[in-house]
């Protein structure tokens, strides 16, 4: 059952890709590859909380052209680069807490 909908910006080329949440903001990050951008949705208030450009061929929350891209999901600040090999389609990591 929906909790509801929010207006996104409209769709020029293609759709959506897979997304990902991340549960302390509650935000939403949707890859819009055709778009090259990530679009982010508030999941508490349902609304668009902006759209992070520059982000060729955006999968996922994984936006890449030979790098991947780390976003800071408070600010929506790109904090970092990671190289990869060319057109990176997945992340996986592992978490250690000491």
């Not at 293609?14 to 549960?23: A, E, T, W, Y």
């Not at 668009?48 to 520059?54: D, K, L, P, S």
């Not at 600010?75 to 807490?97: D, F, H, K, Q, Y």
């Amino acid at each position: 059952m929906p909790a509801g909908f929010v207006s996104l910006p409209p769709l020029r080329n293609g759709g959506f890709d897979h997304g990902d949440v991340h549960l302390a903001s509650q935000r939403i990050f949707l890859g819009h590859p055709a778009e090259g951008a990530v679009e982010v949705i508030d999941g508490q208030a349902l609304i668009n909380a902006g759209t992070i450009a520059g982000c060729p061929e955006a999968r996922g929350v994984l936006c890449a052209q030979d790098e991947a891209l780390v976003i800071d999901p408070g600010s929506l600040a790109v904090v970092s680069e990671i190289a990869t090999g060319p057109r990176p389609n997945g992340l996986a990591c592992c978490v250690v807490r000491r």
